[in-house]
């Protein structure tokens, strides 16, 4: 509970700062910029803070991990939650609905319900990893399109590095 408190915090002060500024510019070319800026403002804020702990995780670690892949996948891990598609209100909506009814958000997100505003917006909220792997294609980024589109699956023998200090990351923020 202690952890959605924070989250919401987080969402209502959220804003990008001159120095994330300059580190998405030495970290993202333009076209991913422009999938980073297509978030809303929480979650382009969430995705740095977990890219800096991602950061911190992967320097700490023994195995050899590809930084820039590793930053550029934090920054770009839920671009498939686009800004309007999932602002604060449905944001803290998706997840309180999620943690407490769990098979009824699920099978809203499934579309067993039907289409509605619920279905789309619980769907985004399920099915995001998926939808931000395709954008990320289509835009030629294939190997962030990989671990991007894994970042909710079950942890898996064959997940790279990056994949797994993602996963971890992203839990915390
Ligand atoms: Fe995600
Ligand atoms: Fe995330």
């Known amino acids: 509970m202690m952890k959605r408190i924070r989250q919401f915090f987080h969402a209502v002060f959220a804003e990008v700062s001159a120095e994330d500024r300059a580190f998405l510019e030495e970290n993202l ?3 991913q910029q422009a999938l980073f800026f297509g ?18 995780f992967a320097n700490n670690a023994e ?13 770009l891990h839920d671009v498939g939650r686009r800004d309007g598609a999932f602002g604060i ?10 943690d407490l009814f769990p098979s009824l958000a699920k099978a809203y997100g499934d579309g067993t ?18 939808i931000g792997a ?9 190997a962030e ?29």
């Open 63 to 75: 195995e050899k991990v590809d930084l820039p892949l590793l930053t550029r996948c934090a920054l």
């Open 29 to 31: 070319n333009r076209g």
């Open 39 to 56: 978030m809303s403002v929480p979650d382009q804020c969430h995705a740095l803070r977990t890219t800096h702990t991602a950061i911190a």
């Open 113 to 130: 319900h039907g289409d509605s505003v619920l279905h789309r917006k619980m769907c985004v909220y399920y099915h995001h990893a998926e």
């Open 145 to 173: 399109a990989e671990i991007v589109r894994r970042h909710h699956k079950a942890p898996a023998e064959d997940d790279p590095p990056e994949l797994r200090i993602l996963r971890m990351a992203d839990e915390m923020n």
């Open 89 to 98: 209100f449905w944001k803290c909506f998706a997840v309180l609905f999620a």
């Open 134 to 142: 395709a954008m990320l294609l289509r835009e030629g980024f294939a």
